[in-house]
């Protein structure tokens, strides 16, 4: 189990490239997230929600995903609570203060899940959440060392050097974790140098003296992570998406901002500049298309999109002849209205919408989540994807459909065709239809394979992993 001195030092990655290496070994290798935290979710292969993070480390393995992989998801909903999918499903809410009783309730769950995906296989490669030195959240704990002791999995603690403090974020998380969590740890990696290893090699007897832990490796900043899809939302406002191209498409970075990885497949087109576009700064003048991402509180996020003048930037683009496309919660905000009356998403039963398709959504209980393969009624060209939400959507611009899911259609269009929204994720991720879409906005040439580079990615990252760790991976056991 790889356990983090804290959010985003790296583990999602180390584990996807940890089980690519293990898979080019010969071995059967699963992952396993027992709680993850993201608005960035995928449909299993069979069926129901887990991290999209899990997703991309069953595709490292070469094996179909699975909801026991990521058997609790927490989706925020506010900044007090989230939805609760269990094994997939939606299970209920709860606010962050209720959630630790709740936990107590789940850890059977995660324990049938773990040995749904331990049986069978060789290896299995575990990812914690957040870091165990959060001790005030470790009673009823399921994403750290709760479930490491439960299951008697040993840990490898990775921290962050790129971040700073990583000696001390070692040497404090030994000095601040009970006996019975310490001992389960057996070393630690070092993750995100950059430059001559040897420089830090005072710091590693240092880490060493106070803690008695042998160093497991130091890993290099792995470049090829930057063609994964990432998982947390905090990356996003210091992320760069792409070069100046002839093509500039700017997405609004929403406060519940849902499965933003929809637009990997764009920045990574050499004629295309994705700006992801933070709160307190405006749409830019000159982008060509302007995609309104996903979003686990529709109502919630629309009316911030108001608040930041966004509406008033969207309007002056289209007055200039640009492109809309919103998806899934997105696509609901381009309508006239979005209702809610059982208030589902939060304490608002309605909200006008940016009326630029004549649509209008109803939020219901009931959550469609499916993969899908649709054809596009614009392209005329094959799609898959997948589809998570809940809300009925109808209205006049519904009679030109965005595309035809098994024999329904799906989405609207304007009648300009300049303004389009869908409630498929991951459509862009296909070659055939991203380069019909991009050619209709005005961009000719070649198309790059975005899922094998996704997949060159992991047997790169595998291939410097591999360097650091030797032939005789894995070399841990259990705790007996």
């Known amino acids: 189990m790889l356990q983090g001195t804290g959010s985003d030092v790296g583990k999602t990655v180390l584990v996807a490239g940890l089980c690519r290496l293990a898979a080019n070994r010969g071995l059967r290798v699963r992952p396993f997230k027992p709680q993850n935290m993201s608005n960035n979710a995928a449909v299993a292969d069979d069926g129901g929600e887990i991290g999209r993070a899990q997703w991309l480390q069953a595709l490292a393995c070469r094996v179909p995903s699975s909801v026991h992989m990521n058997p609790v998801l927490l989706k925020p909903q506010s900044e007090m609570g989230s939805q609760i999918i269990l094994q997939g499903q939606v299970w209920g809410q709860a606010a962050g203060r209720d959630y630790q009783v709740v936990k107590t309730r789940l850890l059977d769950a995660v324990m049938e899940s773990w040995q749904s995906v331990s049986s069978g296989a060789d290896l299995v490669i575990v990812e914690g ?21 439960r299951a008697d999995v040993p840990v490898i603690l990775v921290g962050d050097i790129d971040r700073g403090g990583v000696i001390a974020s070692l040497v404090g998380t030994h000095a601040i974790l009970p006996e019975e969590d310490r001992r389960m740890i057996r070393g630690y990696l070092i993750n995100k140098f950059r430059g001559d290893v040897s420089l830090f090699d005072e710091g590693l007897a240092a880490i060493g003296h106070h803690t008695g832990w042998p160093c497991f490796g130091v890993v290099p900043w792995l470049r090829e992570a930057q063609r994964l899809p990432a998982e947390d939302s905090v990356v996003l406002d210091r992320m760069v998406r792409g070069e100046a191209g002839a093509l500039k498409i700017a ?71 640009g492109h809309v496309l919103g998806l899934c919660g997105g696509y609901q905000m ?16 309605a909200i006008e919408g940016l009326s630029l398709l004549d649509i209008e959504t109803v939020m219901e209980p009931a959550k469609t989540v499916r993969q899908i393969d649709a054809v596009s009624c614009v392209y005329e060209v094959g799609m898959s994807g997948y589809e998570i939400h809940i809300g009925q959507t109808s209205g006049p611009d519904c009679s030109r459909p965005f595309a035809r899911v098994d024999g329904h ?27 019909r879409y991009l050619q209709g906005l005005g961009l000719s040439g070649d198309t790059q394979n975005y899922r094998q580079q996704v997949d060159d990615a992991l047997d790169a990252i595998a291939g410097q992993l591999a360097g650091l760790i030797g032939e005789d991976f894995p070399v841990l056991g259990g705790s007996g």
Not at 334 to 349: A, K, M, N, T, Y
């Open 334 to 349: 381009l309508g006239r209205s979005v209702r809610d009356p059982q208030r589902i998403e939060g304490d608002r039963d």
């Open 251 to 321: 997405v609004p970075i929403l406060n519940r901002i849902a499965n933003f990885d929809d637009f990997d497949p764009l920045a990574a087109e050499a004629n295309v500049e994705l700006v992801m576009v933070p709160p307190g700064e405006p749409l830019p003048p000159d982008a060509g298309l302007v995609i309104i991402p996903g979003s686990k509180s529709t109502i919630s996020d629309l009316a911030t999109f108001r608040r930041q003048g966004w509406d008033i930037d969207l309007a002056a683009h289209v007055r200039r002849g």
């Open 409 to 435: 259609d799906d989405g609207a269009v304007s009648p300009d065709g300049r303004i389009a929204g869908t409630y498929l994720h991951g459509i862009f991720a296909g070659d055939a239809f991203r380069s």
């Open 129 to 149: 959440a957040g870091s165990p030195a959060e001790i005030n959240l470790r009673t009823n704990d399921i994403a750290n060392m709760g479930f490491a002791t």
